[in-house]
């Protein structure tokens, strides 16, 4: 298979690697706008995969109709850029007959890819949005619990963060993704099942403490985005359904803190003689003051609550000191480039749009994540009234 990345930063770079290693792709194409970035990316992947399948090609996303040429010679693609390309990148994807998966992170913009979806069918394309870490391998096992305990559940609930290994004050956190989805998280709000009814409720809101053993304790709020489509796909199935960020203590009043300030807004202010939005500004200060190369660890807890059993997929990952890949990038990257391999091998043979949670085979996912030195812990036990027993860390 010949497949496609757009964008070359870190997540473009680990999905490009793990397609490179994989003996079912024959060429991997590594596209991007900044021509630095991407010849050290491509040079730095060839170099790790051990093989030369890697080539870079200037490409921006925002040129569409580039892009549609270039989707015209490849099996498949898959968006590594910032959210609000995805709703045109589809588009030119069902056009040149490419399957698509992207990474996602907004509503709005998912929802208008699968506004695309019988476009996408009568092509023969399919169309993945919000592949990654959550949503993305969270949805996928969100569903796989859903079907294990019989199609119906109280509750669904997902817990995840990047978090690293050595937090600093005051954010004790680091940039592990791309600023504009991170923001985005924190701005939007956030979709959730409650009573069985589908809500929207205010983002950086709801916090609860999690426990991960080998971790302090951390904090658990509400952010836009990650629960993606589940809240429609198990309306009438699950009573209650959320997804929740973790980070450590500290960080949600901060965060929380310059949200109510309006400094997240995109809404621009005259400042003298200057027009800037207080969403920009904010961008470049979070990229500067929570930039940093320490190593990460990722953590992703699913649990169904059926009555009193809990049962739950686990997920903990750490830094590869080896390939140098972050666990964000090893957890987002890898399970998106999964998804699409395997939309073009036809190991998942829905064409349209794709709901991970539906569409996406959970034994084979599982199996694929694991070869890649992913392990996704299962457990299921009955609380007796009591609340769920906290993560192992690994």
Not at 73 to 96: M, Q, T, W
Request: hydrophobic share 40%.
């Amino acid at each position: 298979m010949r497949l496609l990345v757009i964008g070359a930063g870190m997540m473009g770079s680990a999905a490009a690697y793990d397609m490179a290693v994989q003996p079912e792709v024959e060429s991997v194409t590594l596209a991007d706008s900044d021509k630095k970035r991407l010849a050290e990316a491509a040079k730095r992947v060839n170099k790790l995969a051990g093989a030369n399948k890697v080539r870079g090609l200037a490409l921006d996303a925002a040129r569409v109709g580039e892009v549609r040429k270039q989707m015209k010679r490849h099996d498949g693609a898959l968006s590594c850029v910032p959210y609000f390309f995805n709703a045109k990148l589809s588009k030119a994807a069902i056009e040149a007959g490419c399957h698509f998966a992207d990474l996602g992170g907004n509503n709005t913009v998912v929802k208008q890819e699968f506004e695309l979806a019988k476009k996408a069918a009568k092509k023969g394309v399919a169309i993945a949005p919000d592949c990654g870490l959550s949503p993305g391998m969270a949805s996928v096992l969100a569903g796989e619990l859903i079907r294990r305990v019989g199609g119906k559940a109280d509750a669904l609930k997902i817990y995840v963060g990047g978090l690293p290994q050595s937090p600093q004050p005051p954010f004790h956190y680091q940039l592990v993704f791309s600023v504009e989805g991170l923001i985005n998280e924190y701005v939007e709000p956030a979709k959730i099942l409650r009573g069985g009814r589908i809500a929207t409720i205010e983002p950086l809101s709801e916090p609860e403490t999690f426990d991960v053993e080998g971790l302090p304790r951390l904090e658990a709020f509400h952010t836009s985005g990650g629960a993606s489509t589940l809240p429609e796909t198990f309306q009438g199935q699950v009573g209650e359904c959320f997804e929740k960020t973790l980070r450590y203590p500290g960080h949600l009043p901060l965060v929380r803190g310059l949200y109510d300030l309006g400094l997240f807004s995109s809404e621009k202010r005259k400042i003298g003689k200057v027009e800037i939005a207080p969403r920009a500004l904010a961008s470049s200060l979070i990229s500067e003051k929570m930039a940093g190369a320490g190593p990460d660890l990722v953590v992703l807890r699913v649990e169904a609550h059926a009555g009193p059993q809990i049962s739950s997929f686990t997920v903990f990952d750490r830094y590869d000191p080896k390939t140098k890949l972050t666990a964000m990038m090893r957890t987002t990257a890898w399970p998106a480039s999964i998804v699409l391999q395997m939309m073009v091998s036809g190991e998942i043979p829905k064409r349209g749009g794709v709901r991970q949670e539906r569409d996406v085979p959970a034994g084979r996912f599982l199996a694929a994540m694991a070869a890649r030195g992913i392990e996704v812990k299962f457990s299921a036990e009955s609380t007796g009234g009591k609340t769920a027993p906290p993560v192992q860390a690994v």
